[in-house]
Each structure stands twice: as C-alpha cells, then as structure tokens.
C-alpha cells in the first residue's frame, strides 16, 4: 500500500510509524527472534517463567510463553516511548478531543472517577454529573429491585428488556451474563439487539406485559434496530396493558444522550438516564448504559465494578511501561500482528460467566482499532486491528483448537482463568484450571518427533502427531469473578486497544466503517417494500437479489 496524504487533510507533522529508530530495530530483531523455539527460551533460562510476569490491582499476567526475549520487550517499549504513548495517555486522561474527526474527548474514564474527582470538558467537571446519574440510576434500581416501581396495572416489575445494540447491548448483555452469580433471580433480564423480528418475539413471548419494563438503551436513539424494536415493544406493551398510553410511563425508559429524540418517542424525560458525547459506545457500558446491569446486580455490586475499573484506570496511567499490563498486552499484540503477520487474537476464557466475553471485545477491539488512515489520514502501511474471536473453555478445545495447535496459522491466545469457582462443585474447578494450564503448555512446547517416536507411534504416522509448539500465549489470573475484578479486566482491554492504537497512530475513538450500509439499507427498504416493481439502481447482484427478494416475499 502506497503512503499517501488524502486531499483535504493536514499533515499534523506525525512521524510514520515504519520510520521510527525502534520499528526498524524491531524488524532487524524479529529476524532472529522468529528462528527461536519457546522450548530454547524456557530451556536457557529456568526463571523466564517467574521473571516474564507482571502483577497488578488484583490481575496476574503470565506473559513468559510469548515468543520474545528481553531485547523485544525492551524495543517494544522503546517503541511506545517514540510514539508519544505516555503523552497520548495523559491527554485522553484529561480530557482533550482526541477523538478528531469528531472533535470529541474519550472520557470513559471519566464514568469510574471517585466522587471528589475532577475532570473538566468544554470548562465544567463533569464529575459531579456522572456521580448524579448514578445516584438516580441506583434510586431508580432500587425501587425496580424493592418492588416499590410497580407497573401500570399495580404489579411488581418481574421482567427487564434491554433494547440496544452495538455497544449499547453487548457490555449489558456481557456483564449481566459475566455477574449472573450476584444477580437479581427474581427478576428474568432478557436483552433485545437484531432488527430481525424472532429476537424480540422469543424475547416476550413468554412475559406478561403488565410486569415488563423496557429499557431503551441508545446514544442517539436513532438507531434503526433499536428503535424499529422500541417500536414493536411499545405496541406489544400497549397492546397487553389495554392500549392505554399513560402505561408508558412506567413500562418504558430511556438511556441515552438525546432527550429530545427520546422525548418524540414518547418517554418522559424524568424517566431518562443520561450520559455525554464523550462516552463512545463501545466504551459505555460503565455509564447509564449499565442501567440493566445495576437493575440486575445492584447499585453496590455496580459501585464495585466502577471501582475495579478505577484501579485499573489508575494502574494504566501511572505505573511504568516495563509492568504495565495493558501496555504489555498492547504491545504484545503488535509484535505478533506487525511483525509475525498473525491475523487474530483468541480470547479464551476459562469461567462459564464469561461466555460474552469475546464477543463484547470483537467491538471494543476491531470497531476501534479497525482502521485504515492514520490521524493526519494517511494510508497505514502496516497491519493494524487484528481479528478478536473466542469461545469458553473448555469447549473451544473440542472445535477450533486444533487449528491452534497444528494449522498453519499463528494464532496468539489470551486465557483467562480464576483461582476459585463461582459454583463449586467436586472436581470440576481444578479439572478446568488443569486444562487451561496443559493448553498452554501444549501450545508453547508442543511434542517433539522424537517424543513422537519414542511412545511407539508408527512411522507413517508420526507427522501427524507432532506438535510444533512455539505458540504463543497469556495467561491472566484473578482470584475469583467478581464485579471489581470485570471491571478490572475489561479496563486491561480497553487500555490494550489504547495503546495498540497510539502505536499505529490511529484514531482508535471514531466508526465511520459502519456508515455506508446504514445509509445502503435505507435505500433499500423502500425498494423491498414498494408495492410496484421500484427502478432499481444498483450493481446487476443487488439488484438481481432485490428481485429475487420480492418474488419469495410474494410467494408467501
Ligand atoms: O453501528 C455502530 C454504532 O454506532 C456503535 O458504535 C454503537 O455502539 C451502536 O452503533 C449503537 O449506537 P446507539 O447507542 O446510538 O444506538
């Protein structure tokens, strides 16, 4: 890809990041580093595995089964201090519009700051308006929560539906899942995102509308999904509550930073929960986004997590780079996504609760970090956000795993894995930590021909049964799940995606990717549903597919 500055865009004068002195020693260094085997590295120094650690707020990082050496980290580090991260951090920390192109802060951090705190945007702190959302969002829980916010017929709230998508459905949908064990059972939470209609119907289908709150959860409210579901809810809401609108009002609220499109919907604004522009989506389930997880774990629960993610914040902003565990995971993930070509990242976490995990980070990592200009819009020309994916184990090990172990990919792990389980039952927990452990094991030493060969296996079949090894891992340790310790661990990824992003000089806080099938879809609707056969536009497959579309619609 050719380096080119865009018309209309001003060089800001950034050096490119191929050229700095600690990018081109890394690519010298990598020459040797990718001949060396994890079985030589662990062999020639006994204490790698106690060394190549870092510990912090609660967090244990094994990073000694990578494929790097102290002269990586070194370089990695000497990287980071040429990208100006530590400037980078300190900016997003106190507010500037780092987000250019929407000339917006990035102040997540902002929504876990302690009371006292202070955080000024545009001239006022916004501290106190964060403390003053939640203190409404925790009344307003506990009243749900009490039974004391009774629906329109006089009955307690039983069910809490979640409509949101994007960020506004995947941290909720995330931590419910992840805190289920300190949750609310007498309340069923059900969590509504695709504009395909089976979501919501199997969402209420079993519910009675006069014990149903819906909470709309959207940063503009203009979401096509969310609100076309918004939409259906009402008229299902209305529809068991005998039609009549002042029902609303009590089965209805919002969340969102757009009172005026939440007014036009129909929803009294005293029945909003706010939050800021500053607060990106993916970055916003720790704002009034997390309504559905205070309503299900509870205000204190909700406090702790804030917390958790306050440590880690905290840790981030001032610990140095050498034991700083987002910076290591972030630089980490540049070694292998820059310099081994590794396309993915797998994330596998060996707690049940954390089944969502994955899939909340493929946003939080690839709609941040899925960029193709740098800041001053000039084509990269290097490889920035990797593929994010996962799966719980152990279950991931009886699919995807073999690709893992012997493909032809290299594919660097992150497991997860928790000192004591949430649900003891026998043997279970030390057979999964015995697990997670022998797979990373397995990845980085693999077995040998020789290992092969000595247990008798056939000749023929040898090749078959070597393990390469030399795959490379994390191991994250924490003591158990809980609320601070979420926090804690989607704080580590959120600053990992920062700091993957500040390297690559990209603006890791905008999404215009998703724009142009918006705007396609709404063009397309009409055509779907236009009762003549519309004039049709497009490439010779859409419009073939539009045809095709209408006829199968007809047909039934
Ligand atoms: O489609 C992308 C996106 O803008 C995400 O960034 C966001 O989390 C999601 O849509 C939902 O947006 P909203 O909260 O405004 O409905």
Same mark, same amino acid.
């Given at each position: 890809?050719?380096?080119?500055?865009?018309?209309?865009?001003?060089?800001?004068?950034?050096?490119?990041?191929?050229?700095?002195?600690?990018?081109?020693?890394?690519?010298?260094?990598?020459?040797?580093?990718? =001949?060396?085997?994890?079985?030589?590295?662990?062999?020639?120094?006994?204490?790698?595995?106690?060394?190549?650690?870092?510990?912090?707020?609660?967090?244990?990082?094994?990073?000694?089964?990578?494929?790097?050496?102290?002269?990586?980290?070194?370089?990695?580090?000497?990287?980071?201090? =040429?990208?100006?991260?530590?400037?980078?951090?300190?900016?997003?920390?106190?507010?500037?519009?780092?987000?250019?192109?929407?000339?917006?802060?990035?102040?997540?951090?902002?929504?876990?700051?302690?009371?006292?705190?202070?955080?000024?945007?545009?001239?006022?702190?916004?501290?106190?308006?964060?403390?003053?959302?939640?203190?409404?969002?925790?009344?307003?829980?506990?009243?749900?929560?009490?039974?004391?916010?009774?629906?329109?017929?006089?009955?307690?709230?039983?069910?809490?539906?979640?409509?949101?998508?994007?960020?506004?459905?995947?941290?909720?949908?995330?931590?419910?899942?992840?805190?289920?064990?300190?949750?609310?059972?007498?309340?069923?939470?059900?969590?509504?995102?695709?504009?395909?209609?089976?979501?919501?119907?199997?969402?209420?289908?079993?519910?009675?509308?006069?014990?149903?709150?819906?909470?709309?959860?959207?940063?503009?409210?203009?979401?096509?999904?969310?609100?076309?579901?918004?939409?259906?809810?009402?008229?299902?809401?209305?529809?068991?509550?005998?039609?009549?609108?002042?029902?609303? /009002?009590?089965?209805?609220?919002?969340?969102?930073?757009?009172?005026?499109?939440?007014?036009?919907?129909?929803?009294?604004?005293?029945?909003?929960?706010?939050?800021?522009?500053?607060?990106?989506?993916?970055?916003?389930?720790?704002?009034?986004?997390?309504?559905?997880?205070?309503?299900?774990?509870?205000?204190?629960?909700?406090?702790?997590?804030?917390?958790?993610?306050?440590?880690?914040?905290?840790?981030?902003?001032?610990?140095?780079?050498?034991?700083?565990?987002?910076?290591?995971?972030?630089?980490?993930?540049?070694?292998?996504?820059?310099?081994?070509?590794?396309?993915?990242?797998?994330?596998?976490?060996?707690?049940?609760?954390?089944?969502?995990?994955?899939?909340?980070?493929?946003?939080?990592?690839?709609?941040?970090?899925?960029?193709?200009?740098?800041?001053?819009?000039?084509?990269?020309?290097?490889?920035?956000?990797?593929?994010?994916?996962?799966?719980?184990?152990?279950?991931?090990?009886?699919?995807?795993?073999?690709?893992?172990?012997?493909?032809?990919?290299?594919?660097?792990?992150?497991?997860?894995?928790?000192?004591?389980?949430?649900?003891?039952?026998?043997?279970?927990?030390?057979?999964?930590?015995?697990?997670?452990?022998?797979?990373?094991?397995?990845?980085?030493?693999?077995?040998?021909?020789?290992?092969?060969?000595?247990?008798?296996?056939?000749?023929?079949?040898?090749?078959?049964?070597?393990?390469?090894?030399?795959?490379?891992?994390?191991?994250?340790?924490?003591?158990?799940?809980?609320?601070?310790?979420?926090?804690?661990?989607?704080?580590?990824?959120?600053?990992?995606?920062?700091?993957?992003?500040?390297?690559?000089?990209?603006?890791?806080?905008?999404?215009?990717?998703?724009?142009?099938?918006?705007?396609?879809?709404?063009?397309?609707?009409?055509?779907?549903?236009?009762?003549?056969?519309?004039?049709?536009?497009?490439?010779?497959?859409?419009?073939?597919?539009?045809?095709?579309?209408?006829?199968?619609? =007809? /047909?039934?």
């Amino acid at each position: 890809m050719a380096t080119q500055v865009r018309a209309g865009t001003k060089s800001r004068g950034i050096e490119p990041l191929t050229k700095r002195k600690a990018w081109k020693a890394l690519q010298t260094h990598y020459k040797t580093v990718r =001949e060396l085997h994890l079985r030589n590295l662990f062999a020639d120094d006994p204490k790698r595995g106690e060394r190549m650690t870092a510990e912090a707020v609660g967090l244990f990082l094994d990073y000694s089964k990578n494929r790097i050496t102290g002269e990586t980290l070194k370089l990695l580090i000497e990287l980071a201090e =040429e990208s100006g991260l530590r400037s980078r951090i300190d900016a997003m920390f106190r507010g500037e519009k780092i987000n250019t192109t929407e000339q917006r802060a990035v102040l997540h951090t902002a929504l876990r700051a302690p009371k006292g705190a202070s955080i000024v945007v545009d001239g006022g702190n916004v501290v106190p308006q964060v403390h003053a959302v939640l203190d409404k969002m925790a009344d307003f829980s506990n009243r749900v929560r009490g039974g004391d916010w009774k629906g329109h017929t006089g009955k307690r709230i039983r069910n809490v539906i979640n409509i949101g998508i994007g960020g506004s459905d995947l941290g909720p949908v995330m931590a419910y899942e992840a805190l289920k064990h300190y949750s609310e059972r007498a309340i069923t939470f059900r969590f509504v995102s695709n504009i395909d209609g089976t979501d919501f119907a199997e969402a209420v289908r079993d519910l009675d509308p006069s014990e149903t709150l819906f909470s709309v959860s959207s940063k503009t409210f203009t979401t096509l999904e969310t609100m076309t579901n918004a939409r259906s809810a009402r008229a299902w809401s209305l529809d068991g509550l005998g039609g009549d609108e002042r029902s609303v /009002a009590k089965h209805f609220v919002a969340v969102s930073t757009n009172a005026a499109e939440v007014a036009k919907f129909g929803i009294d604004t005293a029945n909003m929960f706010g939050f800021w522009d500053w607060v990106g989506g993916r970055y916003s389930m720790d704002s009034a986004i997390g309504l559905a997880t205070m309503l299900a774990i509870g205000p204190d629960n909700f406090r702790a997590l804030l917390d958790g993610f306050h440590q880690m914040d905290e840790h981030f902003r001032t610990a140095p780079f050498e034991s700083n565990l987002p910076v290591l995971m972030g630089l980490l993930a540049i070694w292998y996504n820059d310099f081994f070509g590794a396309q993915t990242v797998a994330v596998l976490p060996y707690e049940q609760y954390l089944k969502r995990f994955p899939a909340y980070l493929q946003q939080l990592t690839m709609e941040s970090n899925g960029k193709h200009v740098t800041l001053d819009g000039t084509e990269v020309t290097y490889a920035t956000g990797p593929i994010y994916w996962g799966e719980p184990g152990t279950n991931g090990q009886h699919s995807f795993y073999q690709l893992i172990h012997q493909g032809t990919r290299l594919i660097p792990c992150d497991f997860i894995a928790f000192g004591q389980p949430l649900n003891s039952l026998g043997r279970h927990h030390d057979m999964l930590l015995a697990n997670v452990l022998a797979q990373s094991e397995a990845l980085a030493f693999g077995k040998t021909p020789e290992q092969v060969k000595a247990e008798g296996t056939p000749d023929w079949l040898v090749p078959h049964r070597v393990f390469e090894g030399n795959r490379p891992s994390n191991t994250i340790l924490a003591d158990r799940l809980t609320p601070e310790i979420l926090g804690k661990l989607v704080a580590l990824y959120e600053h990992s995606v920062f700091t993957q992003g500040a390297i690559w000089q990209i603006n890791s806080f905008d999404q215009w990717g998703v724009e142009l099938g918006k705007v396609l879809a709404q063009r397309i609707i009409p055509e779907l549903e236009s009762k003549t056969d519309p004039a049709l536009g497009h490439d010779s497959s859409t419009n073939s597919l539009i045809r095709r579309y209408r006829k199968l619609k =007809e /047909a039934s």
